[in-house]
């Protein structure tokens, strides 16, 4: 078991005095047999009313609402985590899945189906292209060799670029420019795993690395990566940010869909346009009970 303390501070600095709309937090961590939460701090200044709620895929999201008018809106989280998937590499896969291609079960599947089907948007001779040259029909290879090997191929061809701007790079637009942040990359393997068809889906959250080499350049940060379905293992996951599976160093705070659903904090304001945003956040190991 590993513990790690999050810090996540947000600041935004209006033009004017604002009246803030409703805002939506997803900071808290999904807890599960894999991670445990063992404290929790949210502190928001101007004072807000929070309401918690579990959305459509389980993760936990706060709504912050507002009375009194302000300049500025600071929002700090700090929280301790127990995480225990120390050894991602331990799992089975169902029999009838082991080899690639294998179809889903009809009663899996009916579940499944929405994280098989594109969002439209990536489906571009540029994406197929690329595809063929990761597996062509014919060729025999382990179902999760497979996944193995469109991770480290993602990695391999992209530049890791931090990007501060919202949204995500159109699939197209990462393979052209060779380059984006983690969301792009992991946007980029969700849509070629649809491709192969898998269930895939985005993951956003924080990772801890304290190593100078990692390519994200920091010992904390927000970051973003995939999960596949694999029948006999469940949800596993891979960052072709840094090419390897999903372990200890990757603390999940929301899954969808689609990478635009989760957001760390949306909302908005009345009154005068304009706005800066200074976000850190800081991920530290801490010593064991």
């Known amino acids: 078991m590993k513990r790690y303390k999050i810090v996540h501070k947000t600041q935004y600095d209006f033009s004017g005095s604002v009246q803030l709309q409703p805002h939506t937090l997803r900071l808290r961590p999904r807890e599960g047999h894999e991670l445990r939460m063992e ?3 949210l ?5 807000a009313t929070l309401r918690w709620h579990r959305d459509v895929e389980g ?5 912050a609402s507002f009375t009194e008018s302000t300049q500025s809106l600071a929002i700090q989280s700090e929280i301790i985590i127990q995480q225990y998937d120390q050894t991602p590499h331990d799992f089975l896969v169902s029999d009838y899945a082991v080899d690639y291609p294998f179809q889903y079960n009809d009663e899996d599947k009916e579940l499944l189906l929405p994280y098989m089907q594109s969002s439209g948007t990536e489906e571009t001779s540029l994406l197929a292209n690329w595809i063929i040259g990761i597996w062509q029909p014919g060729e025999k290879i382990q179902t999760f060799a497979l996944l193995l090997r469109l991770n480290q191929r993602i990695y391999q061809a992209l530049t890791y670029r931090r990007r501060e701007e919202e949204g995500v790079q159109s699939v197209e637009q990462t393979l052209s420019l060779k ?5 792009d990359s992991a946007f980029l393997f969700i849509a070629a795993a ?5 269930a895939a889906r985005f993951v956003s959250g924080y990772i801890y690395s304290d190593s100078t080499t990692n390519p994200l350049g920091q010992s904390g940060s927000t970051h973003a990566w995939a999960e596949v379905f694999l029948p006999g293992a469940g949800w596993k996951g891979f960052d072709p940010t840094i090419g390897s599976l999903v ?3 990757h603390i999940t705070v929301a899954v969808a869909r689609l990478p635009e659903s989760v957001p760390p904090i949306s909302g908005s304001f009345n009154g005068p346009p304009g706005a800066n945003m200074m976000v ?3 991920v530290t190991e801490l010593a064991g009970h």
């Not at 502190?43 to 004072?47: A, D, H, L, N």
């Not at 993760?59 to 709504?63: C, I, L, P």
């Open 39 to 41: 404290s929790s701090k």
């Open 280 to 282: 850190n956040v800081w």
């Open 59 to 63: 993760n936990s999201v706060a709504t």
């Open 247 to 249: 372990g200890a160093e």
């Open 43 to 47: 502190v928001i200044s101007p004072s």
């Open 194 to 198: 649809r491709q192969f068809g898998f």
């Open 179 to 183: 380059s984006g942040s983690c969301r």
